[in-house]
């Protein structure tokens, strides 16, 4: 396809609705491009990703194997991606070209190029060489649902759909020239607070406040250095417990342990409801909250500082009867950190590709989850990659052009590479 074609697929696709567990317009736009194509129907499949989806959803991922052609017809498999949903903020989004970017006409909407851009660049791929009939190894193109919402098509693939690839390359924001070779891992948590009611005038202290036992807890964590970013000097494994930062002792061997170690990460509470009236003492509170570190020990350990505050908290509001407060927390993990090197073969790769067709590389970690989280974690190198877009979630995101065509060029180099 010509840059001008890929240019309209990209606008075409973009005008096509697919929040969060409605992309079911968006899997049957690309199942007609690619049968018009010639692909054979029984090469475009969904899965049943959705249906492990708290949201449900209308239809799975959206799974494509393209057998090899020519020369390179028995290399090993190459997958490449994108995932399909876009945020409520770009719900009705209309695009324009406006010179070398498309942005959304109506300057109240988000564009969704967040990830409709990286699924031109994938389809684009596949089309051009289904026209050209271009030699090329076998390929998957997955396309996976509800990422914006929790990962969840990539958490869910069906792995035995995928034709086992050897390694992968997700499409989704940024520079062309940037590979995000690194990303985050994360917890999800919900802290429900229980106290008791009273009448707040009245029998005050009958009441045991879930919003005080809540709000001792934040700053608790927010006055010892486990909200916002974090950064922590903690033993490592094997030390004493007990001995001071950055000390050194004795294992069973007698031998020196490493002076202890700086760790990373993140933690929020997002969310905090609570009560009902100010006449009443409030009996309730949730909190909804998140973890994040690429360690998963330290990840662990800020999870654990958590839910330690919530119950110091909980212990210590009581009412005239010396009864106290209590807690229920429910948490998940979110999605695995993942680190890949850069003598990887997939990312060896990559780069290949971008330095052939855009010349520097940029490599990138991101504190932020993306579908190669899950796809790493099922044993699918996978490297990501930018198809032009910024400015993600926002009503003044845009899709630059030139790196659009670029990215364009680098997934076809990738897909024709031996």
């Known amino acids: 396809m010509t840059n001008e074609s890929a240019i309209n697929l ?25 049968l018009d194509a010639g692909l054979a129907p029984s090469a475009i499949k969904t899965d049943q990703a959705h249906r492990k989806s708290p949201l449900g959803g209308e239809v799975g991922n959206l799974i494509v194997k393209i057998p090899g052609q020519g020369q390179f017809r028995r290399s090993p498999r190459r997958m490449f991606m994108a995932h399909l949903d876009t945020v409520p903020i770009c719900a009705g989004a209309k695009p324009v070209r406006r010179g070398s970017r498309i942005v959304s006409a109506d300057p109240k909407t988000g564009l969704g190029a967040d990830n409709r851009a990286g699924v031109a660049v994938v389809l684009n791929t596949a089309l051009t060489l289904l026209a050209q009939k271009i030699d090329h190894p076998p390929l998957t193109l997955l396309f996976p649902v509800q990422e914006e919402v929790g990962l969840i098509g990539a958490r869910y693939v069906n792995l035995a759909m995928l034709g086992k690839p050897q390694m ?9 020239a940037k590979l995000t070779i690194g990303a985050t891992g994360a917890y999800r948590m919900e802290i429900s607070v229980q106290g008791t009611a009273s009448h707040a005038g ?23 250095g486990w909200l916002g970013k974090i950064k922590k000097r903690t033993p490592t494994p094997g030390s004493t417990p007990g001995n001071p930062p950055g000390s050194t002792t ?4 007698g031998s020196a342990n490493r002076k202890s170690e700086i760790f990373g990460g993140s933690a929020n509470v997002g969310v905090f409801e609570a009560g009902q009236a100010t006449n009443v003492v409030t009996p309730w509170a949730l909190i909804k909250a998140e973890a994040r570190s690429d360690d998963p020990v330290f990840r662990k350990r800020i999870l654990d500082e958590i839910i330690g505050a919530f119950e110091k908290a909980a212990r ?9 407060g209590r807690i229920d927390v429910q948490y998940h993990q979110d999605y695995e950190s993942y680190k890949l090197s850069q003598t990887d073969p997939c990312v060896i790769a990559a780069a290949a590709a971008v330095q052939a067709v855009d010349g520097e590389v940029l490599y990138a970690h991101t504190t932020g989850g993306i579908d190669a989280n899950w796809i790493n974690a099922h044993d699918i190198p996978t490297v990501s990659l930018g198809a032009g877009q910024s400015n993600p979630h926002t009503t003044d995101e845009m899709l630059g052009l030139y790196d659009f ?14």
């Open 10 to 34: 990209v606008q075409e696709l973009l005008s096509i609705g697919g929040l969060s567990g409605q992309e079911g317009a968006i899997v049957a736009l690309i199942r007609e491009k690619l």
């Open 316 to 324: 210590q509001v009581h009412n005239i009867a010396q009864e106290h």
């Open 250 to 253: 004795k294992n069973s061997t």
């Open 168 to 176: 992968a390359f997700n499409f989704d924001g940024g520079s062309s």
């Open 405 to 418: 065509q670029q990215a364009c060029k680098i997934a076809l180099h990738l897909a024709t590479a031996s």
């Open 202 to 224: 009245v029998r005050p202290a009958d009441g045991i406040s879930a919003i005080t036992i809540a709000s001792l807890a934040i700053a608790d964590l927010h006055r010892n």
